[in-house]
């Protein structure tokens, strides 16, 4: 769904990402993960509204739990 750490680094920290499972019509959510070990999440459709902030440990966690890897 989202990049992974193995990926290149550069794709991953500093820029957002939106799921390839992305709604044609935009509805989806982004990732921001950066180098200062924060995460942040976002409404693609209104990207300047509210954000949440996660560490990128929490985010981690998040992820493989909703996946059921935990």
């Known amino acids: 769904m989202f990049a992974t750490h193995t990926e290149n680094s550069q794709d991953f ?3 957002w990402r939106k799921s390839p ?8 959510c982004e990732v921001l993960n950066l180098t200062t070990g924060e995460s942040f ?8 509204d509210a954000r949440l ?11 493989a739990v909703s996946k059921g890897s935990c």
């Open 41 to 48: 999440f976002r409404d693609s459709v209104h990207p300047d």
């Open 21 to 28: 499972y992305s709604y044609d019509i935009g509805t989806c």
């Open 53 to 63: 902030r996660f560490e990128n440990r929490e985010w981690m966690t998040f992820l």
């Open 13 to 15: 920290f500093g820029r």
